[in-house]
Each structure stands twice: as structure tokens, then as C-alpha cells.
């Protein structure tokens, strides 16, 4: 998904809870890594925004969204990532709301 979202390795570590590089790696190259009840969290919620992104935006646009500036009341300009990865969960769950209300 970071590849989709076109994020650094780091952007992608910025979403997980900031974790080092040294522990991305690991659970990169490892066949089952042990993960934390809060990183399941932050995947699920990720996962499920891409899904929202690809089914309401298409493709496309859904490989762009998460970086670009918003002007929608949860953003005030700034991009989802910058909400997701400055807020945390909470800002990963109004991203999700958001686009949940876009799809009603």
C-alpha cells in the first residue's frame, strides 16, 4: 500500500506509530512477524482506506488522494497523510470517516 500511496519508507513508518527502520525491515523481509495490537489497528484502518479510495475515486486518483492538500472540513488543507501520520489512530479513523461520508 505505501508503494501505491507512492510514501517513503519513512512516511510508511510515520504511519505505523513511528516505528525505527530496523523493526520495518524485519517485519519486511519476515515470513510471520509478531505485530502489536496497535499496529493490527493502524494496517486494518489503512487497508480499509485504500479500499474506500479505490472503490469510491478509482485507481488512479486513490494512488494520489492520501498525499494531495484537502479542503474538506476534517483536513483544512492538509493532505490525509499529514492527518493520519500527525494524529495517529484518531486521525486515521476521521480520514476513514471522512470517506465514509463521501460514499453516503
Known sequence: MSKRWNLSNGQARA?????????????????????SQDILTRISLLLGIYQSLEVFFGEAWARKWVTLGN???VFSGRS??????GRGIPGMLEVRR???DFQN
Request: charged letters at 10%; hydrophobic letters at 40%.
Open 71 to 73: 479542503r474538506g472540513s
Open 15 to 35: 504511519l505505523l506509530g513511528g516505528i525505527s527502520s530496523q523493526q520495518f525491515a524485519k517485519w519486511s523481509t519476515s515470513r510471520s512477524p509478531v505485530l
Open 98 to 100: 471522512a470517506l465514509d
Open 80 to 85: 490525509p497523510f499529514s492527518v493520519m501520520s
